[in-house]
Structures are given as C-alpha cells and as structure tokens.
C-alpha cells in the first residue's frame, strides 16, 4: 500500500523559510514527485515537481526562484524547500507521487498546513 507522509508546515512570517518533507513508503522505482497547494476558495495549482531518476526539476512561475524541490532516493523522501516566503503562499501543502510517466499523479498525501502571516 503507498503512502506518501508531509511534515514541515506551519505558521512563519513574511520572509521567513520553511522546509516541507514528503516521505513514501509502499512503492519503489517511481517516476516523479510533486507538491500542490491549495489556499482557501481557490483551486488546487501545482507547486513543483521532480522525476527520481535523473532529478529534473519543473516549477510554476510564481514559485521559481524562490523554492526549491530536491530528492533523497535513499530515503525515498522528497523535500520543498520554501524561501522568502509571501503571505500569498499560505496553503495546504500536497505531495503527489507519479508512478510511470504514461500516468498522471496517483497517490496523494493527507496535506501540511503552511500559513504566512503579515
């Protein structure tokens, strides 16, 4: 059974950073991993994502520059790591797991809370 765990989140301040993990367990030589957001009354938008194998990288632009996705294939752990951080980022996190490229994302994780205050 997969499971995909999130930790990281919580309340920081304009500027601040964070840094949220995505453990997976239950399914090994995956594709791809991304993170989602989703804030109050919108819909859910992409974060960023990237692929186990050669670790290529995709972010939305209104994230570029400022967060960065890595990989532990070790520990089979994803990370996002949140730099000045605005209070427009506030959301719950997700983590998605792409099985095979031919796949859209599967398995999703329950969320971690990211919340910026001004």
């Known amino acids: 059974q997969v499971q995909l765990v999130e930790s990281g989140g919580e309340l920081v301040q304009v500027g601040g950073s964070l840094r949220l993990s995505c453990a997976a367990s239950?399914?090994?030589?995956?594709?791809?991993m991304g993170w989602f957001r989703q804030a109050p009354g919108k819909e859910r938008e992409f974060v960023a994502r990237i692929t186990w194998g050669s670790g290529s990288t995709n972010y939305a632009d209104s994230v570029k520059g400022r967060f960065t996705i890595s990989r532990d294939n070790a520990k089979n752990t994803v990370y996002l790591q949140m730099n000045s951080l605005k209070p427009e980022d506030t959301a719950v996190y997700y983590c998605?797991?792409?099985?095979?490229?031919?796949?859209?994302?599967?398995?999703w994780g329950q969320g971690t809370q990211v919340t910026v205050s001004s």
């Open positions: 998605a797991l792409q099985t095979t490229y031919a796949r859209s994302y599967e398995y």
């Open positions: 239950g399914r090994t030589n995956n594709y791809a």
